[in-house]
């Protein structure tokens, strides 16, 4: 964690919103952004600036694919404007993977593959991995699908770097040394997140969205797994899901299908198949109806409000739709919570919303950090904008701009193709139709007010709304409380006395 | 709203001197700049890319926090924020929405030695970012309403980053304590206090005196050709008046004599942390090279000497690491470490400076200087695959050192360092009467209300 330090921006981030992809949108003539005079509230509309209002139609670059004998898919993507690779080994098994009595598995397995190999010590792997000016990590979530080793570097350190890479998948060797390293270093850092505002909002309103049983209810590992974690465990969680057969090797940057594919052949050729059991995907439980959580945390200056509730599945047939109604909600410095919370009424430096879905339903949130004395105001205005996205229909000019907005940075996707390699990930991940990315904006024109409205008020289903508050609870807890029963709790988690 | 120019315009425009080519080994990217100044002496740099269907533009105003006088810190950073509340024709917040909505990002910063506004857009927007960055250097509308508002959103920047979090405040302490020139010795959000005290008067006289085009570099990179591209930058920009040359910020900064401490308490941290920094130089000088390849040695990645031995071998620390900050004024090579719990910090200090003092007596390995090498070379090459972030880097090189075309050089600069260099700037700079340590105590958090029934 470094401290913010000598620099500050108007927005938090700079490529805050990056969306994706893909290529020619068929529609004709464009989506007129407004040029006439108006109001927003916290925007005021000259429309004298020259836009063009042609959507810049883009090629995207197509991926090449090869399998392995051993059932390893190969996907490259070339991108030869600088000297440089990445590449990510994606094993189809994460955190769903793990038993629920042993929550964080596949994380501590991704997290220790680092920590020293058949042939290698962890000092030796951070001294040469470092020495080639390469980067080498590995990781999974606690509810991942999967479980990603990336690697990235110079091409001139291309050879050093593969050998590198295919050695901690295929080699690891868990040191029992290492592994009681790890543990004390996790629980220690454990401690430390408590002292993170966000952390703790982010853990509670998981929990008030997947109960206690489901994998996504977590967002650190439960320290009783790390305490009982063993190197058997491990080798045994990487000997089952690490096989050729349960992964995609993805790979962009400056080298050809020819070069490559020989290389490959040598790292990973002889990684033997294995039979991976399959992974229950578990649905998201029954929706619990709204409640109230208010995280104390003595000493806050802030109150971090996130409110939200359960979203869709990545492959929704509403995904579309509930992306323009994020997109109009708060996706960005131009979406409605942004200009009302902080242009409007200077209550936050940023108000957002965010969704995900993975093969089971994600959740859909809204967000910010305001001043403890305006929490209340924030909450009205949280909820105004909720209720108006349910009530009314998005204006088509509003509407038409959060197209232009998703379709037009397709163009700067083509200067990132670390994304663009993760879009055909996600299309694999997902088995979305080949053409996914190059039909997306079609898909994205095509979604209507209507659309709109109607996953406005499937979704953000104000009965079984979750609210998470974290601040300075002798302050936030009577405003909270014209909202609904409170519920209070301390940083540890623990529940605390209302009154 | 094209404007007519009232002016004659070519001045003179030169390419940059080019790379001398790489016989053998690794490839080299080369940014091939061209340079222009309008004759109202805004700056302007272009590269020609038709690598992507993208145009990204900066403006880099040479102000920033060091500019700033007593009383008003944090003004340089909140006037940034004005930028976006309209300007003769362009909206309040309607920047925002011109950009994002035509699929497009941006962003302004402020550090202490510059101030940056960058978009980058589809290319055939080319004509709306120069509008909007235009617009706002000839007319800005300035109200207390806006000043309000947005004095409201930099101080909820400010609780964000600074005041809610565990150890914000340390770092702006340690920022005061380093210097004793005022141009550094505050932070650039600034404090409360002065952020209240700022007023439309303030912001109607900075922005006459430095957002002016003789006071900007204007940069453009992506799909366009130069001489449209510049043809219309001269529509945009050139009829904006020159103003007077803002005054010379001294930058002097006396030699430190003894160790500065301070020890902060922290309601919102769990365990303690020092902060170190040495005062050392300012950016782009063979020390500083060679001190940015010595703190990769100390405490870059995992196999970094003090990672190896606090978090791996002693187990003494939950985090450690640092950077050497690049700065036009004197920079300051910085540590900090974070600590388990039952270690103490005066023992920690203790490895740190038995590790600094293994660099003064021993030249470092060639894996390690090898390391530094490479890593900066993977971080530069992937800095120039995209339009916005080559905007912003030459915007800054030319603002800080008068050298856009050190983008270009920089690599040769580092490669330049040698294992000696490195041994001798530990000697120089990481001393202990240039030391500055700050130590952050979770301090025993207050009862609240909510716990105790009142």
Known sequence: MRIMKNRSNIILSLMLIVLVSSLALGQGGGMPAGQQPQTTKGAVIKGKAPVNKEVLKVKLPRAQEATLKNGLQVVLLEAHKVPTFNMQMVVLSGGLADKADYRGLASFTASLLREGTAKRSSKDLAEQVDALGATLTANAGLSSLTSTVAASGLVENLDQTLELFADVIRKPAFPQAEVEKYKTRTLAQLQFQRSIPQFLAAEQFQRAIYGSGHPASLIAPPADSIKKLTSKDLADFHATNYRPNNAILAIVGDVTMKDIMPKLEKAFGDWQRGDVPTVSIPPAPAQTDSRIYLIDRPGSVQTVLQLGTLGIERTSPDYFAVLLADRVLGGGPSGRLFLNLREDKGYTYGAYSNFGGSKFRGTWISSSEVRTDVTEGAMKEFMYELNRLRNETVPAEELDNAKRAIIGSFALSLEQPATLLQNIITQKLYNLPADYWDTYPQHVAAITPADVQRVAQKYIDLGHLQVVAVGDASKARDILAKYGKVELYDAEGKPLPIN | ?454
């Open chain 2, 1 to 454: 709203m094209r404007r007519v120019s009232k002016f004659l315009s070519p001045l003179f425009v030169c390419a940059l001197a080019v790379l001398s080519a790489q016989a053998q080994g690794p490839r080299n990217v080369r940014v091939d700049l061209k340079e222009t100044t309008l004759k109202n002496g805004l700056r302007v740099i272009t590269v020609e890319d038709h690598s992507a269907p993208v145009v990204a533009i900066s403006i880099t105003y040479n102000v920033g926090s060091r500019n700033e006088r007593q009383g008003r810190t944090g003004f340089a950073h909140l006037f940034e924020h004005m930028m976006f509340k309209g300007s003769e024709n362009v909206g309040s917040g309607e920047h925002f929405m011109l950009v994002f909505n035509n699929g497009g990002n941006m962003n302004g910063t402020t550090n202490e030695d510059r101030t940056n506004y960058f978009e980058v857009l589809p290319a055939n927007q080319l004509d709306l970012v120069l509008f909007l960055e235009s617009d706002r250097m000839k007319s800005l509308a300035i109200t207390k309403d806006n000043l309000d508002n947005q004095r409201n959103a930099v101080q909820e920047e400010r609780r964000l980053g600074v005041d809610n979090q565990p150890y914000g405040k340390s770092g702006e302490l340690q920022q005061e304590l380093i210097y004793d020139n005022f141009a550094y010795k505050h932070s650039v959000i600034g404090s409360m206090d002065d952020l209240n005290a700022a007023t439309v008067e303030d912001v109607s006289g900075f922005f006459k005196m430095y957002y002016a085009p003789n006071n900007a570099v204007l940069t453009l990179v992506g799909d366009f050709k130069t001489a449209e591209a510049l043809a219309k930058i001269r529509n945009s920009f050139e009829s904006i008046p020159r103003q007077p040359d803002p005054p010379p910020v001294d930058m002097t900064e006396p030699q430190q004599k003894a160790e500065r401490r301070l020890t902060v308490d922290d309601v919102l941290a769990r365990a303690p942390r020092v902060d170190l920094a040495y005062k050392a130089v300012p950016g782009n000088t063979a020390d500083f090279y060679a001190l940015q390849v010595l703190a990769a040695v100390l405490q870059g990645g995992q196999s970094s000497r003090l990672y190896q031995k606090l978090v791996k071998e002693k187990e003494m620390v939950t985090n450690v690491g640092g950077f050497m900050d690049e700065k036009r004024g004197v920079g300051a090579f910085y540590t900090n470490a974070t600590l388990r719990p039952n270690v103490k910090t005066q023992d920690i200090e203790a490895v740190i400076y038995e590790e600094i003092d293994r660099l003064k007596k021993e030249p470092i390995a060639d894996w390690e200087l090898q390391k530094a090498k490479n890593t900066t070379r993977r971080n530069i090459v992937n800095s120039l695959q995209s339009s916005i972030s080559r905007v912003i880097t030459i915007g800054q090189y030319a603002v800080y050192y008068n050298d856009p075309n050190l983008i270009n050089t920089r690599l040769d600069k580092v490669a330049a360092v040698t294992k000696e260099d490195v041994q001798r700037v530990a000697n120089k700079y990481l001393v202990d009467t240039n030391r500055t340590v700050v130590i952050t105590m979770p301090k025993a958090k207050a009862k609240t209300a909510a716990g105790t029934g009142q």
